[in-house]
Structures are given as C-alpha cells and as structure tokens.
C-alpha cells in the first residue's frame, strides 16, 4: 500500500515569505506527527494530531508556525514570515496507534530553504 | 535540551569490522525505538525495545534496553556498505504524545 506522501519534495523561499507543506499519511492511521530535522541531525517534534482531538501543539517554536488536519487524514503544515532559522527538513509521520510506543512511518519530508 | 544523546555522532569504519553506537539520557523511557535513515528519506524503524535488560537481535544487528531504562545500544557485526546511514534513537515517556529523538550517529561503511 501506499505510504506517507509529502508535498512539495523541495521548496526555495525568499525571507518574509509563507510557505505550506502537505503531508498525506497512510489511510486509517488516526494519528499524525510533524517533524523538523536540521543538517542530517535527530528530529525536533513540532506538532501532534490524533481523530478529533485537540492537537499537541507544545513543539512549535513560534506563533508563525501552524498545522491543520482536514477530516483526520491530510495535513497541512504552514510557516509564515519565514525565517532562515526555518531552513530544514520537515519530516511527517503517521502511526495506526495514538501513542510514541508504536512504529510511526515517515514520509520522504520537505526539504525547506529560506534565503 | 535533547532528552538523548548518541556517540558517537560519527562514525566511518571499513567493511568487515564491528561497531557500537550509544544511545544515553538521564531520563527513564517507557520504550526505546532505533531508526536507520538514508539521504532523501524518512527514518525506518529497525527495532522497539520495551523491557530493560532486554536484547533484540535482527541478523548482525544487536539491540540493547538498560536496565534501567535509560540507555540503549547498537552493535554491529561484520558491518556492510549497506548499513551507511544515520542512525537514530528515539525513546517514548509515559503521557508524552511524541518519540523524543536522539542527536544521530552518521555511519559510513567503506567498500
């Protein structure tokens, strides 16, 4: 079956500049992490969904970070103003159960450059 | 503050020798997760360890759990190219919604 899918693969932006980046999980699995990756380094947690539930939003570094769950499946993640701190990849992951314990499959990521 | 830390952070070893990569914090894990990850890709998990003391083998790869809860580690044995990667713990806490991830081992296997 098919696995996490992330879109876009790479995106270039200008400084100041919103971006989105989409994650679309694997179907049936209720819940759905972002990560953040800087230089090949370990992932930094940013955000947590899990059914209808209110999001775990206590990995966002900012108040220009956001993240919706359209009706439990795809996710958005969107950055605005952004920085080149933000520069990394931002790795999606989703899990079939709703706890750390279990496998989470990750997508390819989104490889994010500011300028 | 990373709840874990890995050592070595790299590591570039010829095919054929052995190798162990660390996984340490001072905080108690429910579980502990490794991943293997390649350039381009998400990380892939190799291996839960959920009791401490346990061992987990997976062909020339050894996984240990601490006693204690709050170490683990990866041995290697007869290492091939195709175990270049980085390599990643990543540990889970009672009440926490997300894994805590270790700092990575970037490991190159030379032909």
């Known amino acids: 079956g098919a696995g996490v899918s992330q879109s876009p693969s790479n995106k270039v932006t200008e400084k100041g500049k919103d971006v989105e980046l989409r994650c679309d999980p694997i179907s049936g699995h209720t819940a759905l992490y972002w990560y953040r990756q800087s230089l090949g380094q370990g992932l930094e947690f940013l955000i947590y969904?899990?059914?209808?539930?209110?999001?775990?939003k206590s990995g966002l570094p900012s108040d220009r970070f956001s993240a919706e769950r359209t009706g439990g499946s795809v996710s958005t993640l969107t950055i605005q103003r952004t920085q080149q701190e933000d520069s990394a990849v931002y790795l999606c992951a989703s899990s079939l159960v709703p706890s750390g314990a279990y496998e989470q499959y990750f997508g390819p990521g989104t490889r994010l450059t500011v300028t | 503050t990373q709840l874990l830390e890995q050592s070595p952070q790299f590591l570039s070893i010829q095919e054929g020798e052995n190798l162990t990569v660390y996984c340490n914090s001072s905080s108690v894990f429910s579980s502990l997760q490794w991943y293997r990850q390649e350039p381009g890709e998400g990380p892939v998990l190799l291996v839960t360890?959920?009791?401490?003391?346990e061992v987990k083998k997976l062909k020339r790869l050894t996984f240990q759990f601490g006693d204690a809860r709050k170490d683990s580690s990866l041995h290697i044995t007869a290492a091939q190219p195709g175990d270049t990667g980085l390599y990643l713990c990543?540990?889970?806490?009672?009440?926490?919604?997300?894994?805590?991830f270790g700092t990575g081992t970037r490991l190159t296997v030379i032909p």
């Open positions: 360890v959920v009791t401490g003391g």
């Open positions: 990543a540990g889970d806490q009672t009440g926490a919604n997300n894994l805590f």
């Open positions: 969904f899990q059914g209808n539930s209110a999001p775990d």
